[in-house]
């Protein structure tokens, strides 16, 4: 970028100024067209990217947001798991995405139906219904606060969901 605006400043000091630069031949040619022929394939700055450029690099603008660390992403609002099959169960507004590991991950648009006895997240091809109660996962010591049965087009599933014994979610 800056020896593209160097180039540039030169063709058009060199246009300006009327000067003669030598051709290859030997012969006199204008030193803006000499410049010019290797800038061909240069990119069009902004006035505003140059002032950029010349700033001292603290009156330089900063990003919004880091390039090194992104935002966390909020928690679901209801995460389930299961074991023998592996398989989660992140629903995040409107939408439940079941993750298998060896399946590719399938969304669903679900509602929130809730009762005394019971969550439901429903949508077409997909029932997971939570009801309260200590459950464990089978694979740690964590005791869920739910017991969970989800059931979709490939058949029935159960499991765990909600907050764990710590009161997180897992990631």
Not at 25 to 32: G, L, T, Y
Not at 137 to 151: A, C, E
Request: some cysteine; hydrophobic content about 35%; overall charge negative.
């Amino acid at each position: 970028m800056k020896v593209g605006l160097a180039l540039l400043s030169l063709a058009l000091l060199g246009a300006c100024a009327g000067e003669k630069a030598p051709a290859a031949d030997n012969q006199s040619m204008p030193a803006a067209n000499a410049v010019i022929a290797p800038i061909d394939n240069a990119v069009a700055i902004s006035d505003a990217e140059i002032d950029n450029l010349t700033a001292p690099e603290d009156a330089r603008p900063k990003p919004l947001v880091s390039r090194e660390t992104s935002p966390r992403p909020a928690p679901p609002d209801y995460r389930a798991i299961g074991t023998e099959p592996f398989w989660a169960v992140t629903v995040r507004g409107s939408t439940a995405t079941l993750e298998r590991p060896d399946k590719p991950s399938v969304r669903y648009a679900v509602s929130r139906h809730d009762d005394a006895k019971a969550i439901r997240y429903l949508g077409e091809g997909f029932a997971l219904t939570a009801s309260e109660g200590p459950c464990s996962d089978g694979m740690s010591d964590s005791i869920w606060s739910d017991r969970v049965q989800l059931s979709f087009g490939e058949g029935t599933l159960k499991g765990c969901g909600g907050e764990r014994d710590d009161g997180g979610y897992e990631n």
